[in-house]
């Protein structure tokens, strides 16, 4: 802790406290297992969600695959059915969410000035059913029936009338919901009560901001995922008619519950990745944030917001016109405050001396492409517009460009970023950059042509399609081997950076004024702060 | 120290307890995994799945037992100090708050029933295309359900229910007050009472699903109806089960000498959590039993 510059009191006894030891008594695998350090947690998420990542990507290469001809080729229907339904739980119950956990467990605690999560024990444990999880999720490709094929979002009838694999799915939902709720509540409650003296709210790096406000969507929303599948449980095996017209119930009722859960679950991905860049870009820029207090207050707008514009996945369900109108209004209004955020990245970089290292093109990239997405998203949000577009590839292009170009990529910015702290070697530069490319070139690629896809008239979710569609498709399925290939490449910088990368400094990045960057050496100490920093 | 200038709890002590490593919640984790794992194989009637659920379910105990036990011990201990108790009352207020929002999830289901799906199953489209002659109002199990039911009464045993529930939130707090006093005995006395209540409660519950089942044949099974009412209920008597079981837990505690006047959150964590308890009963009595 030699280099904890300047507002430390060294001299006041640490007696009775047992923190000093290094990985606390087990070692080897039970290290892991058992750790409470929010270093070790972020560390496993991390690359948990990098391996469910790799499995997710594997099941979309077989959809893209498929998808390369027009005609049946390799896979049938339903096991079709089944990829698709896995990619989209795994990319984003098992990839993107745990992903930005990992984020929250290393940075916050170092960002606030705290010695640790508030809850570390609790924290292990959210970390630790996550795999359960995954493997209850993974064995339903192996029971009779195969793996739900019912698409991610779990829509009632068909999964009433799935088999075995629906059951193995509803308990992982649940165990899966179980993490991101005790995650949740510690991660609110570190930040609310472990800042360091001086660190008001509002001084706090605006990633702290993103995550503390995405927690609290996390607690609100995924108990009522919990509800949607437990009466699916219920229906299925115990005689309740919750989406059974016949018993009184609504199939639709379903889609109400799901999407109250759903719509926040989109700003519980984009927030943290908002966070992220809203790290990135002032470092790389050598300026501060512009507008934090507006950030703040655009960041909890959109949470307010995304509670009440949930049934904008359903304007063809037959719904009144009124309430076409109201969820249509409610949702061109979310376009305000991200306008906002997206004014205040670009008046960040404005007159500021900038360089781009890898970091900041992923920020880049992600300003640009998410931004693309967030107007695909304000069309979609128009009624009569999306009636022609429903599940159609364009509402395909436009949410994998808000997933993998907003959320992906401000994870790889983050990583970038962050692996110098983490690790105390800096990854290959270059080899960062030529990362960055291939990625952007090949994500638009698959996705830039959905776009053209979904406005002739190609619906998802569909293993077959007519003549006319083969070019863009055969695109999108070349772009798409080129994407997963590249992220190898990424493996392959990573464990380089851990293995013989350069040694980096305290602060590898000149504009970076964080407390990790000003107050920690590199690599971070095991404890963060002992004893907290005095912010002024 | 400058810490003395601070707004921030931290300002009051410097350090906080970090834990040390422990097994236990891989031990959890792995509960809930067999448990899953058998009550998946129970549904689909494979064998064995009942000796998952029972490995799972003993496994849960004991991983609970062990981990409370250490955070008792801590405690007592002194370990845990303002700054570390301040954590606790964030950490419950916002469990409670997920645990409104699941119960939220269900009553949203009840509102769609009585509101939407009920009433439009009655409509002109649906009388002429789909279920012609069915009369829509509630309480309904649906078109397709044809055998008779009773819906359950609000002012019979559900009042009383409503009164035992209502007291046991007056006799936890006399039991706080006397906490705070160092009243130990009566702290006992009004705790026990309490618990009585609750137990009392789903006594009163248990009777009144046995009179649901085999006098208003009104079942799980019975439509829309019978989906919320027992969903409803159920999920807050296995709530209130809970409850009783924690306070039980406390009333031992309390017996032991644990807790002092300014140090006991967790009877006040299990104090809230009967509270909402509480007032998830008043909802269900008003929108499942009365209106």
Known sequence: MSSVVDSHDHDHAHGGHDHHDHHGGYSGVMRWITTTNHKDIGTMYLWFSFMMFMVGGVMALAIRLELFSPGMQFFNPDQFNQFITMHGLIMVFGAIM?????????????????????????????????????TLLILSFFTPGGAPGVGWTLYAPLTVQMGIGMDLTIFAVHILGMSSILGSINIITTILNMRAPGMTLMKMPLFCWTWLITAYLLVAAMPVLAGAVTMTLTDRHFGTTFFNAAGGGDPVLYQHIFWFFGHPEVYIIALPAFGVISQVIPAFSRKPLFGYASMVYAT??????????????????????????????????????????????????????LT??????????????????????????????????HDTYYVVAHFHYVMVAGALFSAFAGVYFWLPKWTGKMYDEKLGQVHFWLTLIFFNMIFFVQHFLGMAGMPRRIPDYPLMFETWNKISSIGAFGFGLTQLLFLYIVLKCIRSGEPAPQKPWEGADSLEWTHLPTPAPYHSFETQPVVK | ?????????????????????MPWPILGSTSLFLMALGAVFVFNSAKGGWVGIAAGFMLLLYMMVRWFGDVIRESEGGKYGRWEDVSFRWGMSFFIFSEVMFFGAFFGALFWVRQYSVPDLGGLESQAYAWPGFSAHWPSAGPGFTEAFSAMGAWGLPAVNTLLLLSSGVTVTFAHWNLIANNRQKLLLWLGATILLGVAFLVCQATEYHHAYTELNLKLSTGAYGSTFFMLTGFH????????????VIWFRCLKGHFKPDHHFAFEGVAWYWHFVDVVWLGLFIFVYWL
């Open chain 1, 98 to 134: 745990p992903a930005f956990v990992g984020f929250a467990n290393w940075q916050i605690p170092m960002m606030i000035g705290a010695p640790d999560m508030a809850f570390a024990r609790l924290n292990n444990w959210s970390f630790w059913l996550l795999p359960f999880a995954g």
């Open chain 1, 300 to 353: 909890s707008a959109i949470a307010i917001l995304s509670f009440i514009v949930w049934a904008h996945h359903m304007y063809t369900v037959g719904m009144p016109v009124t309430g076409q109108l109201f969820f249509m209004y409610a949702t061109t209004l979310i376009a305000v405050p991200t306008g906002v955020k997206v004014f205040n990245w670009v008046a960040t970089m404005w007159k500021g001396s």
């Open chain 1, 356 to 389: 781009f290292e890898t970091p900041m093109l992923f920020a880049l990239g992600f300003l640009f492409l998410f931004t693309l997405g967030g107007f695909t998203g304000l069309v979609l949000s128009l009624v009569p517009v999306d009636i022609q577009l």
């Open chain 2, 1 to 21: 120290m400058a810490h003395s200038a601070s707004t921030t709890p931290a300002a009051r002590q410097q350090h906080y307890a970090v834990p040390q490593p």
């Open chain 2, 237 to 248: 008597g296995f709530h209130v089960t809970v409850g009783a079981i924690m306070l039980t």
